[in-house]
């Protein structure tokens, strides 16, 4: 299963990226391949095009190729006011142009608040519906609660990681 590892934090300390980082050890011990994207791209713009080129016209730095190759997509965002990070939305819009039946997402979340789970059970329903009209599945989320500070992350959060790299090769290989 190759993978495609998305970085939606702009905080290179924080703790967002301390799971990004997580999540690529993880993926080499278990010796997939991954991808990583940092480059600064634009959002979808709606053009339409995509519908009957079957591919993006922007000519930007997006990895369109390497996440077409990918079967499994991880994306670690914070959480912000109850959404993935707006340069996690802009990811998430460019994927439109993709044909994301049989892929499998990952997500791996941090979240300043407990407050009805940072807002992660919202995500899921989105990620639900995404699913739904795409026919893509999306494992069950990671969330790291780090209260607004940089935290280091500890045992429970490797097996958690471990967890979802496991359900999402369950889920790629069920289809």
Known sequence: MNFFV????????????????????????????????EDSFSPCSNCGFCK????????????????????????????????LSPKSLDFLSRLYCLNLSGKIFGLVLSSGSQFRFGGVDLIQDQFSRIDEFCGSRTATPYNKVTFDSVISL?????????????????LHNET
């Open 154 to 170: 500890n045992e429970t959060d490797n097996l958690g990681i471990d967890i979802l790299i496991e359900e999402m090769r369950t």
């Open 6 to 37: 998305y970085n939606g934090s702009i905080r290179k300390n924080g703790s967002t990226n301390n799971l990004y980082k997580s999540v690529l050890d993880h993926l080499k011990a278990k010796r997939y391949d991954y991808y990583t994207c």
């Open 52 to 83: 009957t080129l079957k591919t993006c016209t922007k000519q930007d730095s997006f990895p369109l190729k390497d996440i077409s190759k990918a079967s499994g997509i991880i994306i670690v965002s914070p959480i912000y006011f109850f959404n």
